[in-house]
Each structure stands twice: as C-alpha cells, then as structure tokens.
C-alpha cells in the first residue's frame, strides 16, 4: 500500500473513468478548434495547417509560455502552498496545462519538505474525452511521476485520482475547486447529434442559440468553484460580444466578476494557426468593482513573465493599468479601453440605435441551393414573374453596385406563401428537374413532399422597389456599403438597411466616413487579416442622430457627399456627432 493510505489496494487501471451514455461518448466528437462562427476565413488567416489526426479530433493545443503565463496569473506557482489546494483542468488533451500543473505542484510539496506523496490525491482532477488523448497524457503524466523518483504504486494511485476520462459537461463528482484552468474545446453544434446536443441544452441554461461547446464549459466550470475561486480560460473572445454568449455574460455578471480580461489578438497562442482570435479570461467567485484590461504585444516568456508579476491575483497593480467597471450586464461586452470603444461609448450616450433612429436592416435570401436557384437571369428558364434580381457580394466593389446579371428563382407569393407551381408549368418544370436534392435538404425536412422547393429565406418581393444600403458582411472596412435605387434584391452574404425617414445617400456618405467602422470593429468578432463581420447584430449596434434633428445645411452637405465621404470634413462630422475633431478623424482612419 502506499505509504499514509493503509490498507490500499492499488490497480493499475484508470479508476476514474466515467462512463456516460452510449449517444454522449460515441457519438460527440472531441476536439479544441477555435472557429469563427463557421465562416470561410480570407485566405492570410492561416499560415500553418494542424496536422491530419488534429483536424480528425479538432485538436489544438496552448503553447507551453502561454501555459506557464495563465498559471502565473491565477496564482498556481510553486512557492504556494498548492498542496493544500485543489485545481480543475476540465479538458486535458494533450497534456499541455495538466503536466504543468502536475510539476508546479510536486516543486511546492517538496519544497515544503514533504514526501508523503499519496496525501496529494485530492489536488487535481483533470478530465478528458478522448480515449486517445486520455491514454497518451495518462503516460506522460506516468513517465513525469517516475523521473521524481515517485514510487510507481504511488504514482498509479495518484493517476488513477487525478485523471477521469468522460465528458466533463456530464461529470458530477467532481466536488468544489479553488482553481479552474485550461482551454476549453471548441465543437460546432454541427458535430454534435441533435440528441446529445438536446441532453447538453437540458443541463445548461447558458447554451442557447447557436453556443458551442465552449460556452457550457464556462457554466459547469463556474459552478463548481469555491468562494473566491478563479477560473481562467484561453478561448474565442466571441461569446462577449455575440447574442448566443448573452446568457453566460448574465450569469457572470450577475454572480461572479470578471477580474481580468486578456486581448491576444494576432498572436499565435496556440501550437498552430487556427484562424481565431482569443482572450485569456480571470473570473473569480466573489465580488469585485473593477475589471483589467491587457492587451499583450508578444508571446516571450520574459515579456509575459513581467506582465504576469503585475496581475497576480493580489498584486497592486500600476496606477495607469486600464481599468473599467467590471460588466453587470448581459448586453455585449466592450472589453478595451483604447479610444474606438471610449468613442462608442459617447455616442451611444448620446444617440439612438439606428433601428430607432427611423432605419430597417435585414439580410438577404438564403436559398439552400444556390446552384439550382440562382442563375443568370436571362438563361433562367422559369416564368420572367418568378425571377428575382439579385445582388450578390462580387456586384459590389468599392462602394459602387454593379449588377452582373443573376436573378433567384421566388417560390413565394406576395403573402409569403409557397406558390402553386402547377400555375407556372415552366417554373415547376425547372425545379422538378432537382426534385430529390431539394426535398432533402434541412430546410424541406418538416414537410418534403410540401416544401421541397422553398428557398430557406421568404423572399418579400416588396424589397425589390425600395431604395438601399447594401452592406457586404466580410469586409476589413465600410467602403463596401453601396446604394441600390430599388432594383435588385439582396443575397443572403448581404445586409440591407432602408429607411422612412434618413436620406440614405446622406447615411451612406456618413456611414462610410468611419462611423459603421467603428461600430462594427468594437462589437464584431475579428478575423483575419483585419476583417470583421458587418452582420446584423453589429449594424444594429451603430448609433446615429434622428435625421428631423440635424440642420438644413448638415443635410445637404451629406447628400452631396454620397459618393465621397471623404468629402466630409472631420469639423463637419464632429459637430454632427457631438465628438472632438481628434475623436472624428480617429473614427475616419477605420473608414
């Protein structure tokens, strides 16, 4: 038996592993890969490529500096009294965290002058999934205990209790934790079955909308921390600002604070380029007023060594360190001090939401099959009452809509019901052709004998004839927003804003000026390559002045400046929107 546990009998199987239900276990498939939100990424996102059993697990992993740097900030150093602690790595992997954690706390225990190793048992517990993973670090961690000269049935004993391979969301034992760290997988709801996915959306509230995988991990992580416990992940910065994270910003404002956020945009946290931008998080189980804002330029050990020395849990940190009321809401959240967000900040303060401001935004029509509905509108041959012009994101260039040809096949009439095709025999004809691949798609399957030929989206012929702004969704600034007359409709890669009441050439020319710029890039979840997402839920966020507001003259200097915003003076802008002139030509570089 191991010395201080009489009586044990050690296997040297894994004791802990869980074994869930056979829908959970065989069925999810594992794995770390930060997407974005499942878009295609411009091509200068990724430099490198994981290799092909990552991509088959979706694994990635955290390098080794940042590792030793998120430690260093939750406080799990050596020269603390770890063993009278315990730590949570919810997802092992790899090992990248846990065999780090596993050595800081045999240097705190031996340092103590301690050697009653088995008393360490109650210290980690680290969970994992994969049967792969779990059995590869299970030997690290075997191979680590063995070069500290840790006898081997104390070593197994300390194994088989600290590891657990199962599903952590579905883990219960697990108790409380003074620690929670790691990097949390990634996995679109795509690759979960819909009854796993159900068994998940059960158990945790925070797992609305679209959520991944990521965002129960926060929730059950969070629940079973201690008082004054911290939680620290590295992950996509996307569940503070987007609408399927709003849940779990809720539950932390309200019962937990968010101590200390991390930017890392750009830099490479991870063992290879997986084309996501990520923020390491600290959130602690207690009450505090004040949030820290980093932004860290480098992943040098030295360089991270000294940003971590001033945000140690109980450090007193430099008085020009960037501070902001910790979030008590579940509105997104703008986590950056810089002068874009103190800039939005003022005009949110001080204007409407655009919605309210007397203006409509939309997306365009999302058929489930574009090759069978879309095609050159001449070559179409359908009846000409069931051809849609359509704007696509290649008409658009510069700011300037030139259409090139394409039309959408409308199944709809104009009270948004599907049509009877058997009234337009060339329409039906043309469909009838694609029968078996359209009945089959996602969108038909309630009813694909009756829906087979709808379009995902109802197109409301009525957008057609009106005036607007079409905004290309991918872009790296707002030059993009182009202005339609009324006579095109949009395809579902494009926004669309109209209005009642705002000119919308005046809008376009302030728009592209800078201010959709700027309210995008602090509310849009960053790209590659300096691109953002002009979708809805960001367009929504831009606040402007109502239009029965503004002068005479304001309103024509707009108008006038529709093709041009850099025709707009920034002293103009300004006194518009009630910023500095340096403020406006800060908003205008993002333009």
Known sequence: SPRGVPGLVVSTAPRNVRRVAHTVQQRLQPGRILSMDKLPMPNTMVNEHPSNK??????????????????????????????????????????????????????????????????????????????????????????????RTIPKDIADFLIASWLIQGDFLLEDDLEQFDFVIGNPPYIRQEAIDLDTLQVYRNKFSTMIGRSDIYVPFFEKSLSVLKPNGILSFICSDAWTKNAYGRALRNLIASSYSLDLYIDMYGLPAFAHNVGAYTSITRIRNARFDKTHIVEIESLDSNYLQSISDQLMPEAQLDESSLRIDTPRTSTPWLLSGNEESQIVRELESRFAPIEQAGCKIGIGVATGADSIFIGNIESLDIESSRKVPLATGKDIVDGTFIWSGKAVVNPWDEDGKLIDLDEFPRTKAFLIQHYERLRRRHTAKRNPERLWYKTIDKIDSSLINKEKLLIPDIRSNSQSIAYDTGT???????????????????????????????????????????????????????????WSSLSPEAKMTLIHSRDNADLLEPSFVADLLQISISQCERMHTLA
């Open 54 to 147: 990552d991509i088959e697990l979706g694994a990635v992993y955290t390098k080794p500096e940042v590792v030793d740097f998120m430690l260093n900030l939750i406080g799990y150093t050596n020269d603390r009294p770890l063993y009278q602690q315990r730590i949570l790595e919810p997802s092992f992997g790899a090992g990248n965290f846990l065999l780090q954690i596993v050595t800081r706390l045999l240097d705190a225990f031996e340092k103590a002058g301690m050697d009653n190793y088995a008393s360490l048992t109650n210290c980690i517990r680290a969970v994992e999934l994969d049967n792969e993973s779990y059995a590869h670090t299970r030997k690290s961690i075997s191979t680590l205990l063995s070069n």
């Open 488 to 546: 095109i409709y949009p395809h579902h890669g494009i926004y669309y804003i109209t209005s009642k009441s705002w000119d919308l050439r005046a809008l376009q020319a302030l728009l592209r000026f800078g201010l959709a710029s700027i309210f995008v890039r602090t509310y849009s979840t960053r790209l590659g390559g300096g691109y953002v997402r002009f979708q809805a839920q960001n367009l929504r966020k831009i606040h402007i002045p109502e």
